[in-house]
């Protein structure tokens, strides 16, 4: 479903992406774990081009997008993301959140878009909520309606940049059931996270970065109990799992 | 203080009130059309039209606006050989001179929202243009109301200067009336409370329009 290939990122002269390859399969869910400034989110920014790789090429559904100059707007369309501070936008009720990409880039009626709205509302156990504002929700729930209003566009692909980080403890909970309703329900997902247990629990392939490059892959099983790179110890001895 | 001169010259200021208005109201239009096309120029990625519009935003604020004043009235008519009315080049001039303020509070406003809400729209695979005009400027506008108003409020005070190339506007009309009645004084103060009625009415109608703007607000 996804193919990337010899993909490199360069922030000036800092090289944060060094030469990713990786293919994800319709259904998987790739959970990507590292050390921060390893290049986690980087690299599921530029898998929706939302930063521009600098070398490199990543095939999403037999499509090959180089650059953002491509349609990457349809690309996005079939991707959705979850963003580690939320971004829902604030001047708008939850309920036009969830339907003005629907409405605008689908042109879906407002009675169709509504009616999505309320399904994935309720998916996320937030149907109560459709008039407030995003300023009168705690972190959970707002990390939830961010969930609901990627779905809307009812994406191939849900990419999730550290969904949980941004969340008291007691929140993280909400957030990681209803990821694991999408699981549960066949959606591929790609993952980068620092729930370590999550990762153990959902993914079917665990990918351990280091310093923009992919050092270690493998089912949950392989990776946590058995790492074989001395990085991927070192990383995994110092984490509560 | 002696008023009675009113009674016969009471149209000059009415007069003058209204042309200030019409300088005002167009200069307010044509310097928010033009701000933003300079604000758009200057966070454009092309550099042509990001060099020119921060070269023309920093000329107009780095001059006086009595010097743009007499290069419009004089210039522009032999610039591109044609003649205006006076009060067109005055209405040019001040416009001129408020789209480079108002540019740069809207350059400033569009920045002023976080990064993540243009991402978060682009993720959903809306183009630049659906997310600039849904989800940015909209935010950018709440935010920049007051500065907004208070160029507007600027704007109708330095129209006064439209009366040094001789637009009957109520500065200049003030004068002609402190001229013909020997009273150097009181014209001004009447001058003054007419402007004064005129900003303070259009701060307290920005006011309403922006407790309405954040309904949403209210946060827990």
Do not use: W
């Not at chain 1, 209803?178 to 980068?192: E, F, H, N, P």
């Not at chain 2, 303020?101 to 659906?130: N, P």
């Amino acid at each position: 479903m996804i193919q990337v290939f010899d993909l490199y990122k360069d922030f000036g002269k800092l090289r944060v992406l060094n030469g990713i390859e990786l293919k994800i399969e319709p259904g998987e869910v790739v959970v990507i774990i590292g050390p921060s400034g390893s290049g986690k989110s980087t690299f599921l920014r530029c898998l929706n081009f939302l930063e521009e790789p600098t070398a490199g090429e990543v095939i999403f559904e037999g499509v090959s997008f180089k650059n953002s100059k491509n349609d990457v707007n349809r690309l996005r369309e079939k991707m959705g993301m979850v963003f580690q501070q939320f971004n829902l936008f604030p001047h708008m009720t939850v309920l036009e959140n969830i339907t003005l990409a629907p409405r605008k880039v689908k042109n879906l009626s407002k009675k169709e878009t509504e009616d999505i709205a309320f399904t994935l509302l309720k998916r996320v156990g937030l149907e109560d909520k459709a008039y407030t504002y995003p300023n009168q929700l705690s972190g959970g729930q707002k990390q939830r309606i961010a969930i609901a209003r990627a779905l809307a566009m009812s994406p191939d692909v849900m990419l999730f940049d550290e969904p949980t980080s941004a969340l008291d403890p007691e929140m993280v909970g909400e957030v990681l059931d209803v990821m694991k309703k999408l699981v549960s329900d066949g959606m591929t997902m790609v993952v980068v996270t620092h729930e370590m247990g999550f990762a153990k629990e959902v993914g079917d392939r665990i990918l351990f970065m280091d310093e923009g490059k992919i050092v270690e892959e493998g089912s949950p099983k392989e990776v946590f109990s058995n790492p074989k790179h001395p990085r991927t110890k070192d990383f995994l001895g110092k984490v509560l799992i | 203080m002696d008023f009675s001169y009113l009674q016969k010259y009471y149209g000059f200021f009415l007069n003058g009130t209204m042309i200030t208005l019409l300088i005002s109201f167009f200069g307010v239009i044509f310097g928010v059309l033009l701000g933003v096309v300079f604000a758009l120029m200057k966070l454009s990625k092309n550099i042509i039209l990001k060099s020119f519009s921060a070269a023309y935003i920093e000329i107009i604020r780095g001059t006086p606006i009595m010097v743009q004043m007499f290069i419009v009235y004089y210039g522009l008519p032999r610039l591109i050989r044609m003649d205006f009315e006076d009060l067109t080049l005055g209405i040019i001039a001040v416009s001129l001179n408020s789209a480079a303020y108002v540019a740069e509070i809207i350059r400033a406003g569009i920045l002023s929202i976080d990064k993540g809400q243009m991402e978060a729209a682009r993720s959903l695979g809306m183009s630049h243009k659906l997310a600039m005009t849904n989800i940015i400027i909209p935010q950018a506008f709440k935010n920049i109301l007051p500065a907004l108003g208070n160029e507007f409020i600027t704007l109708i005070k330095e129209s006064a200067i439209v009366s040094i190339i001789g637009i009957h506007d109520l500065m200049y009309n003030t004068d002609t009336v402190r001229g013909n009645t020997f009273r150097p004084f009181s014209p001004l103060v009447v001058a003054a409370a007419i402007y004064f009625t005129i900003t303070f009415s259009l701060s307290k109608l920005l006011g309403i329009m922006e407790r309405r703007l954040r309904a949403g607000d209210s946060s827990i």
